[in-house]
């Protein structure tokens, strides 16, 4: 089974929280969908569990999420 490829999301001011930036990539509807993510341990952040909503995240980052996977990139 081979992995997502993984999608870069542009951000225009680093670090951006974990929270925001599940938001900003697709990965979560809203604010309370991204929290019930984190809350039931879904969300991996370079391949490492991650449950806290406020982590700070810079340019090279992996979020994933099930399936879906998304690198914090910048602004070119």
């Given at each position: 089974?081979?992995?997502?490829?993984?999608?870069?999301?542009?951000?225009?001011?680093?670090?951006?929280?974990?929270?925001?930036?599940?938001?900003?990539?697709?990965?979560?509807?809203?604010?309370?969908?991204?929290?019930?993510?984190?809350?039931?341990?879904?969300v991996?952040?370079?391949?490492?569990?991650?449950?806290?909503r406020?982590?700070?995240?810079?340019?090279?980052?992996?979020?994933?999420?099930?399936?879906?996977?998304?690198?914090?990139?910048?602004?070119?």
């Amino acid at each position: 089974m081979s992995r997502a490829p993984i999608q870069d999301v542009p951000v225009a001011e680093h670090p951006i929280r974990l929270g925001q930036f599940l938001k900003l990539a697709g990965l979560a509807e809203h604010g309370a969908h991204a929290r019930e993510l984190l809350e039931a341990e879904e969300v991996q952040v370079n391949g490492r569990l991650e449950t806290r909503r406020g982590a700070q995240l810079r340019a090279g980052d992996v979020v994933a999420v099930g399936g879906q996977r998304a690198r914090v990139a910048s602004f070119h």
